[in-house]
């Protein structure tokens, strides 16, 4: 199976940046799986903040795009999320998430948490 595991999280100020990170494990064959963070702040449903392809093409919500950067490394299986201008409504638990054979898989969030 797939493991997938977050790092990087933590508390920062308004106007802070935080770098998320993900380690991919197991039977995955890393560069050709799209990667993707989600976010789940109190009381809110979970949304959708940011995807990496295989072939590195990106889309992001509309709300994050130009603040919130992804990327990915295929020799270290690991994709990273580049948070900058983060605000108190960025506080979430983020969720990295992949797919291969039909199946979804998400590792266990970091908390972010931003506050004066």
């Known amino acids: 199976q797939v493991q997938l595991v977050e790092s990087g999280g933590g508390s920062v100020q308004p106007g802070g940046s935080l770098r998320l990170s993900c380690a991919a494990s197991g039977s995955i064959i890393f560069s050709r799986n799209p990667m993707a963070w989600y976010r789940q702040a109190p009381g809110k449903q979970r949304e959708f903040v940011a995807v990496?392809?295989?072939?590195?093409?990106?889309n992001y919500a509309d709300s994050l795009k130009g603040r919130f950067t992804i990327s990915r490394n295929n020799a270290e299986n690991a994709v990273y999320l580049q948070m900058n201008s983060l605000q108190p409504e960025d506080t979430a638990v983020y969720y990295c998430?992949?797919?291969?054979?039909?199946?979804?898989?998400w590792g266990q969030g970091a908390q972010v948490t931003v506050s004066s």
């Open positions: 998430s992949t797919a291969q054979y039909g199946l979804n898989y």
């Open positions: 990496i392809r295989g072939g590195g093409g990106t």
